[in-house]
């Protein structure tokens, strides 16, 4: 399984990333071994998630969502 996510940085920014834990990822990212982007802006929150079947379909997806506005990613999160 491979899972597309969206987390919520302390400073109110949202990271888009892909891998194959999910939780094993966020526990990285909060312990500032994650992303470059997310090390200074500890901790960070899931806030949505998709589960793809193959890294191809999550790679794609993962594109697709961060090219959205900040509008849109948060429509996203919440559902709409």
């Keep these: 399984m491979y899972y597309v996510?969206?987390?919520e940085c302390n400073d109110g920014t949202l990271y888009t990333g892909y891998t194959t834990s999910l939780?094993?990822?966020i526990k990285a990212h909060n312990k500032?071994?994650?992303a470059k982007y997310t090390r200074?802006?500890?901790p960070v929150k899931l806030c949505y998630y998709e589960v793809h079947s193959n890294k191809s379909d999550a790679l794609k997806r993962e594109i697709n969502i961060k090219r959205l506005?900040?509008?849109?990613k948060l429509k996203l999160i919440k559902g709409d």
């Design 40 to 42: 200074g802006r500890l």
């Design 69 to 72: 506005t900040r509008k849109k």
């Design 23 to 25: 939780e094993e990822r």
């Design 32 to 34: 500032g071994i994650g």
């Design 5 to 7: 996510y969206i987390i």
